[in-house]
Each structure stands twice: as structure tokens, then as C-alpha cells.
């Protein structure tokens, strides 16, 4: 299944198409270390995103983080829709280098985000690392995931935030797995749309 999503704001104009699979995708969102992120969270989840932003860069790369991150998370919950035979949980340890990360991920149908690392500096290259929590904000939110993200050691600031789109990736491809057993994952009998 592949879900194609369109998002026109004034500030940005973004073309995705994400499927799971194992080939290489194609993004360009005009913030290169974002390319870089978005690359390694598609390897790692099994995700393949063909994604075109025209963003308003030339303010900052707040909006074309955060909408990227709202679309993506929309598409996300569209290829969850069948929620009959997932894990539901999922948890993901990832060093890079002397950092660590971990992902816990509960495809639960409330959105609800912990994010509290403490990055070593506030940049890498010209991308504000606030908006790492941005992203990861509007992902979980429009995916309707809970989700807490937490870096257990720091270091090098590109290492803690690559650990953590790896970490956060794997987490949801766990969680999103097929069961070997066919039944809602839920004792209520119901996860909330």
C-alpha cells in the first residue's frame, strides 16, 4: 500500500508518497541535515518516502520541519489503519558512537509525546536542534502514537540526534509488525482511531 499525501500552507508546498519497503527513497525537503534525518528514520523503519518541499528556508526551517512532520505522521496512521495483527509496542535502544538513545512507541490511538534530551549544542550546521522535538511532535501527534524519546548519553550533537531518528524508526517498525497472532492488540477491544 502506498499513501500519497499533498500539504499546501503559505509557508509551505509538500508532495509525499510513503509505502513500507526496503528501496531507496528520494527526499528533498531544502534543509539538508532534515534530508539526512528523514534518509536514516525511512532505512531504519522500512520505510520508502518520496518527498518534495518547497518550504519558506529562507525564514528558518521551523515550517518545513513541522509540516513535513504533521505529513508524515498523517501518513503514518493511514498505513496503520488495519491494527488487527500489529505488536503495538515497540522499544529501540541505538548508539552512535559515545551516544545513546532510546525509543519506546505504544501505537495506542493517544497521542501523547515525551521528548526531554538535553542536546550538547544547539545547532548542527545551520539546523536549530529545537526543531528535532518539533518534528517529532507533529509526527507522534498525526500518528496518534505515544511515544517517549529519551538521550541516555550525549556526546557530538549530529550522534545524539542520528540515535534518535534511528532509535524512534525502529521503535515504530517494531511496534507496527505483524503479530503472529490476528486480535486487536488491545484488552478493551478497541484502539482509538
Not at 534525518?37 to 515550517?63: E, P, R
Amino acid at each position: 500500500m502506498t499513501i500519497k499525501k499533498e500539504r499546501k500552507t503559505k509557508e509551505t508546498s509538500i508532495e509525499l508518497s510513503i509505502s513500507k519497503g526496503l528501496t531507496d527513497s528520494h527526499i528533498d525537503t531544502g534543509v539538508g541535515f532534515l534530508n539526512h534525518m528523514l534518509d536514516l528514520f525511512a532505512f531504519h523503519g522500512h520505510y520508502v518516502i518520496d518527498l518534495k518541499v518547497d518550504g519558506d528556508v529562507d525564514v528558518d526551517d521551523h515550517h518545513t520541519t513541522e509540516d513535513v512532520g504533521i505529513l508524515i505522521g498523517q501518513a503514518i496512521a493511514e498505513l496503520m489503519n488495519d491494527k488487527k495483527s500489529i505488536e503495538r509496542y515497540g522499544t529501540a535502544y541505538v548508539p552512535m558512537d559515545e551516544t545513546l538513545s532510546r525509543s519506546v512507541i505504544d501505537i495506542s490511538g493517544r497521542p501523547y509525546l515525551y521528548f526531554e534530551p538535553e542536546f550538547s549544542s544547539q545547532k548542527v550546521g545551520s539546523f536549530d536542534v529545537q526543531l528535532v522535538k518539533e518534528f517529532f511532535y507533529a509526527l507522534t501527534i498525526n500518528a496518534r502514537l505515544t511515544a517517549h524519546i529519551d538521550l541516555i548519553r550525549g556526546g557530538n550533537t549530529h550522534h545524539e540526534i542520528e540515535s534518535i531518528f534511528k532509535s524512534y524508526a525502529q521503535a515504530l517498525r517494531k511496534a507496527s509488525s505483524d503479530s503472529s497472532i490476528s486480535r486487536l492488540p488491545s484488552s478493551k477491544g478497541v484502539i482509538e482511531a
